[in-house]
Antibody
Framework: QAQLVESGGGVVQPGESLRLSCAAS????????FHWVRQAPGGGLEWVAL????????YYADFVKGRFNISRDNSKNMLFLQINSLRPEDTAVFFC???????????????WGQGTLVTVSS | QSALTQPASVSGSPGQSITISCTGT?????????VSWYQQHPGKAPKLMIF???NRPSGVSNRFSGSKSGNTATLTISGLQTEDEADYYC??????????FGGGTKLTVL
């Protein structure tokens, strides 16, 4: 059974950086693309980024504007999201989620982790 | 990328059927075969209920069904049960190689 476990969230001050991690197990990690999706408190889901199975391409939401970087380490079954210049409006639960098909990232996510909370406050 | 449009809330009584709409554009819902629906209970991760417009993952009740017409996708839940009370989100792959979610719909089972 696929399992995704996020970590790295916490309380940070505006302008600081944070690196979120997602540990994957239960499937062949290096054949799937992965998303990051965030959800502000009381808000809806907002797509953030996707990385292809081999890391060759990355796609970002317009609001990212160069502050976020999605990456992966296929040797360790790990997904990452580096967030720089954090703002109060970045406060959210960040979920990692798997693309549904091997080698093809076009579909919408299937398996999701439980999320990690990032709070940006002075 | 604007969020897909969903009604903020819908409600129904146990045993009834409800529908939740998800309206986008020809660049996302209307032009994509990759439209999904998710159920989310408070404090929990989203759960995939429908993928590729109308397909159900293994283990999801056949009371849940999906369809699409033009730029609008629809989730139908028949035989409402109390455990169906949750937030529901649609999602679509877009022509720009991005993904977009709907604003979410709160389902209340009266």
């Amino acid at each position: 059974q696929a399992q995704l476990v996020e970590s790295g969230g916490g309380v940070v001050q505006p302008g600081e950086s944070l690196r979120l991690s997602c540990a994957a197990s239960g499937f062949t990690f290096n054949t799937y693309g992965f998303h990051w999706v965030r959800q502000a408190p009381g808000g809806g889901l907002e797509w953030v980024a996707l990385i292809r199975y081999d890391g060759s391409k990355k796609y970002y939401a317009d609001f990212v504007k160069g502050r976020f970087n999605i990456s992966r380490d296929n040797s360790k079954n790990m997904l990452f999201l580096q967030i720089n210049s954090l703002r109060p409006e970045d406060t959210a639960v960040f979920f990692c989620a798997r693309a549904p098909s091997q080698y093809d990232s076009s579909g919408c996510p299937d398996y999701w982790g439980q999320g990690t909370l990032v709070t940006v406050s002075s | 990328q604007s969020a897909l449009t969903q009604p903020a809330s819908v409600s129904g009584s146990p045993g009834q059927s409800i529908t939740i709409s998800c309206t986008g554009t020809s660049s996302d819902v209307g032009g994509s075969k990759y439209v999904s629906w998710y159920q989310q209970h408070p404090g929990k991760a989203p759960k995939l209920m429908i993928f590729d417009v109308s397909n159900r993952p293994s283990g999801v009740s056949n009371r849940f069904s999906g369809s699409k017409s033009g730029n609008t996708a629809t989730l139908t839940i028949s035989g409402l049960q109390t455990e169906d009370e949750a937030d529901y989100y649609c999602s679509s792959y877009t022509a720009r190689n991005t993904w977009v979610f709907g604003g979410g719909t709160k389902l209340t089972v009266l």
